[in-house]
């Protein structure tokens, strides 16, 4: 299985600051022939189910803020989101699958400060 | 809008089998370019795949539970089910079901959207 870890376990952000939340995977999740990284990331508030931000490490869910953004390739990623507004406290899930059992890394809560 | 919820008992004795049924609204999960997904989350603590099904019964499952798992779909009602038997107080979780995205035959892909989620509590 791929162990996906995230780092840091949460963090407190002021309103309007950048909020950066970082995922490894313990082995690739490039796949080669279409340089792609099968890597996507979820926002789930309390009581809710997760929802999708980003898919293939980068690219945006319709409907997602621009303020949400990945980054990354290989085996470390990046979910940032600029100028952190209040509805953005969540906890944030990396989810990869290049293969089967598709991983979670573990969540990172964010708060504001 | 595809929407999807989850249905059973919220409280199931140990040794027992978790039975969840998945109602499909705004959609058919005969739908060939999707999958359809189980995923559960203990009380505080992070996501786990349990196992996922094609509309033509093909199923990938968590090895880690595979001996346990029995996932079935019913494209008539347009719903798919979960079977967990055996269990203990560890399979005590929400229990989300989602529509799996990207690639289908190999049943990889992220998951969008969820149901709600049910709690079940394996208590006696």
């Known amino acids: 299985d791929i162990v996906m870890t995230q780092s840091p376990d949460s963090l407190a952000v002021s309103l309007g600051e950048r909020a950066t939340i970082n995922c490894k995977s313990r082995?690739?999740?490039?796949?080669?022939?279409?340089?792609?990284?099968?890597l996507a990331w979820y926002q789930q508030k309390p009581g809710q189910p997760p929802k999708v931000l980003i898919y293939?490490?980068?690219t945006r869910e319709s409907g997602v803020p621009d303020r949400f953004s990945g980054s990354g390739s290989g085996t470390d990623f990046t979910l940032t989101i600029n100028s952190l507004q209040a509805e953005d406290v969540a906890v944030y899930y990396c989810?990869?699958?290049?293969?089967?059992?598709?991983?979670f890394g573990g969540g990172t809560k964010v708060e504001i400060k | 809008q595809l929407q999807l919820q989850e249905s059973g008992p919220g409280l199931v004795k140990p040794s027992e089998t978790l039975s969840l049924t998945c109602s499909v609204s705004?959609?058919?999960?005969?739908?060939?370019?999707?999958?359809w997904g189980w995923i559960r989350q203990p009380p505080g603590k992070g996501l786990e795949w349990i196992g996922s099904?094609?509309?033509?019964?093909?199923?990938k499952s968590n090895a880690s539970l595979q001996s346990r798992i029995t996932i079935t779909a019913d494209t008539s009602k347009n719903q798919f089910s979960l079977m967990l038997s055996s269990v203990t107080a560890t399979d005590t979780a929400v229990y989300y079901c989602?529509?799996?995205?990207?690639?289908?035959?190999?049943?990889?892909?992220?998951?969008?959207?969820w149901g709600q989620g049910t709690l079940v509590i394996v208590s006696s």
């Open positions: 705004g959609g058919s999960i005969n739908s060939g370019s999707h999958y």
């Open positions: 293939w490490a980068s």
């Open positions: 099904i094609y509309y033509s019964g093909s199923t």
């Open positions: 082995q690739s999740v490039l796949y080669s022939p279409n340089n792609k990284n099968y």
């Open positions: 989810q990869q699958y290049y293969s089967t059992p598709v991983t």
């Open positions: 989602a529509r799996g995205l990207q690639d289908f035959i190999n049943q990889k892909g992220w998951f969008d959207p």
